[in-house]
Each structure stands twice: as structure tokens, then as C-alpha cells.
């Protein structure tokens, strides 16, 4: 990728598998594999956004929701490319497509994971529980967050 690369947002499909794929490999220390995100493509009640630049994934978001409960799995930002309002911008799209199915969305995420928190925080999310030790390698709690959408 390179700098005069222009952003552009899409769904989360097939043709950029691999590069969401490498993203969450650079972003995590335990990603999940690329033949789990294929199986979410083939899932009815999966949504996902992506921000390529190039042929490059810079940026996805990954839900699951069930009746008008949204779950928040993934969303990562490459590193070269944070604090550029990627996270807020993927969110929004989860948002704007899920109005009228969703009513409240919940994640979890590590206690210690200040930039993602603070996000979180600014997009209205509160926290609604805390689980110890969830997290392996390294052993952490988990913080539980909840907004209505
Ligand atoms: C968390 C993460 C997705 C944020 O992505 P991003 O594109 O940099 O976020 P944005 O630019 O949209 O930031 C929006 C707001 O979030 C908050 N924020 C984001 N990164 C922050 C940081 N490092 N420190 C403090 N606040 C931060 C700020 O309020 C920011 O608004 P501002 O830039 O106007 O101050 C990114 O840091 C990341 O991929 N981290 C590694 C993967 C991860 O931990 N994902 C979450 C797992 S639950």
C-alpha cells in the first residue's frame, strides 16, 4: 500500500477475504482464521464492512446479531492508519445498516485495551459487566460493554 492509496469503504465478502485476513493477523495476537471469516460470509445474520486501501485491508468491523441483538467480534485498524476516524467510520456503517433490525449492540473487550475502550466510549457504549480472568495469554478481565442503537 502506499500513501496516494485512496480509502474506500466496502462489505466484507469474498473478494477481500485474504486481505481482512492478513489485517486481523498484523492487528491480533489470536485472529481468528481465515476459514472462520469464510464461514461468516456464508452466515445470514453476519455483517461486515471493510476499509481497503489498494489491495490492502486497513480497517474491518465484524458483527453477528440475533433478533434485535447486535454482538461486535472484530473491528481493527492497521497502525500505520489510526487516529484517522477508521473505527468511528466503520461503526457508522454497521449502524446505518442494521437501523430498524438492531436495538442494542454488546461487546467485550480486554480491561487493559485503553485505545478501544476510549472508542468504545465515545461511540455511547457503557459498560455493563466485567468478567475476571477471561481473557488467556495474557490472563485478563474482560469489561462488557452495551449501547442501544
Ligand atoms: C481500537 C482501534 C480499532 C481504533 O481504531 P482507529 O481507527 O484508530 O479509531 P478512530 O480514529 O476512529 O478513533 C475514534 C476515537 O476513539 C478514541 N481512540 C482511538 N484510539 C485511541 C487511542 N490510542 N487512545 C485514546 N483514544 C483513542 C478517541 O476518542 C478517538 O477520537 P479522536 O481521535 O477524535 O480523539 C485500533 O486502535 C485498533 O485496531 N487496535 C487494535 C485492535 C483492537 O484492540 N481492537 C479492539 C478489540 S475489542
Avoid at 452466515?43 to 489498494?54: E, I, K, R, W
Avoid at 473505527?87 to 457508522?92: D, I, P, S, T
Avoid at 468504545?120 to 475476571?132: D, I, K, M, V, W
Wanted: hydrophobic share 40%; proline share 4%; glycine share 4%.
Amino acid at each position: 500500500m502506499t500513501p496516494r492509496d485512496e480509502l474506500r469503504t466496502e462489505l466484507f465478502s469474498a473478494e477481500n477475504l485474504h486481505a481482512v485476513s492478513q489485517l486481523t493477523k498484523r492487528c491480533f495476537k489470536a485472529p481468528w482464521s481465515e476459514e472462520i471469516y469464510r464461514r461468516e460470509l456464508d452466515n445470514p445474520q453476519s455483517v461486515g464492512f471493510v476499509c481497503m486501501a489498494g489491495a490492502e485491508a486497513v480497517g474491518m468491523i465484524h458483527c453477528n446479531f440475533v433478533l434485535d441483538e447486535l454482538t461486535l467480534n472484530t473491528l481493527c485498524v492497521d497502525e500505520a492508519y489510526r487516529r484517522r476516524g477508521i473505527a468511528r467510520m466503520l461503526w457508522n456503517a454497521v449502524t446505518e445498516m442494521m437501523r430498524g433490525v438492531c436495538t442494542v449492540c454488546y461487546l467485550e473487550v480486554r480491561e487493559s485495551n485503553t485505545p478501544a475502550r476510549t472508542l468504545y466510549a465515545s461511540l455511547g457504549f457503557e459498560q455493563n459487566g466485567y468478567r475476571p480472568r477471561y481473557y488467556s495469554d495474557p490472563e485478563e478481565a474482560a469489561v462488557l460493554m452495551a449501547v442501544q442503537l
